[in-house]
């Protein structure tokens, strides 16, 4: 049987699925949540491990979905997380499963989620400097990450790509080591512009580190020529280093917006459809699930919430109003 869609009205269609396992978190990012985190969602809203993997093979199987990412909050808390990737493998060994974390847990996970199935991972790091690293996730855990990075490596999960956000007035000036370091580990380094997704909502666009100034900064110290390979639906803009062979990414999400080549659908950790970061209306499908609807029909709820995508996230817009929730309970 040949899939359905998840198209929306500007011909744009959804093939890579982002679900979020867990609102909950072991950092305490300050551009996420305040220091002493938020209200959790009640374990009885939370998708248990067979409605994720009901929903994944509605994604694969029925609409199209071609790539699935796990996020959180932190996937790694997700007790279950190891048997829902074995589970979407066994059902879907073509579907390429990837994880987005903040490593903390991986140096005692990589190998078991790689024989699982999981393909790659994504990993946050803003800072290489440990002194850096605690004030910005409030937690002293840098060696932490960096076993786990090191673990995924060997395991055979990458490339191994790191997300980075730069603060200004704490890791702004910090981007041209970071790169070095990812460099020379091996490591795919993305620079991301700060979103207005932040619990507290305290985000502004005044003070975020835009891409123009990020690469101003990195081109004072690297030779950084634009990838000559389509960008494609890819978030990231790409630049080859040094003549190669390393690249680096910068998504500017703000100041650069690729609305218009997205292909990106989110399920929450509570069964919401989110057809961007930025939506302020969700669908629900754990209704869906929990009354008794069919594959088709839940299939057919999906792709009625992904026809009433916005044409653009629209930040610049003077109407524009944050979403209520943040990016750890909407995941990445």
Partial sequence: MVPLQLADRYGRVATDLRVSLTDRCNLRCS???????LDWLPTEQVLTDDEVVRLVG?????????????????????RGLLDIVSRVHAE???????????????????QALK???????NAS????????????????????VVAGLAAARAAGLGPVKINAV?????????????????LAEGYELRIIEQMPLDAQHGWSREAMVTAEETLERLEREFVLTPAEEPRGSAPAELFTVDGGPGTVGIIASVTR????ACDRVRL??????????????????????????SDAEIAERWRVAMWGKAAGHGIDDPSFLQPDRPMSAIGG
Avoid at 63 to 73: I, K, Q, S, Y
Avoid at 166 to 182: F, H, S, Y
Avoid at 257 to 260: D, L, R, V
């Fill in 31 to 37: 551009y996420c949540m305040p220091p002493e985190g």
């Fill in 58 to 78: 509605i994604g694969v199987g029925l609409l199209g979905v071609e790539e699935v990412r796990f996020t959180g909050g932190e996937p790694l808390v997700r």
């Fill in 92 to 110: 879907h060994p073509d579907v390429e499963m990837s994880l987005t974390t903040n490593a903390l847990g991986l140096a005692r996970t990589a």
């Fill in 115 to 121: 024989d699982a199935g999981l393909t790659r991972v």
């Fill in 125 to 144: 790091l803003d800072t290489i400097r440990a002194e850096t690293f605690a004030e910005i996730t409030r937690r002293d855990r840098l060696h932490d």
């Fill in 166 to 182: 730069l603060l200004r007035g704490t890791n702004d000036d910090q981007a041209p080591e970071l790169l070095r370091w990812a």
């Fill in 257 to 260: 917006p690729f609305c218009g």
């Fill in 268 to 293: 929450t950790a509570d069964g919401q459809v989110r057809t961007c970061l930025f939506a302020r209306e969700e669908s629900d499908l754990r209704a869906a699930l929990r009354g008794g609807a």
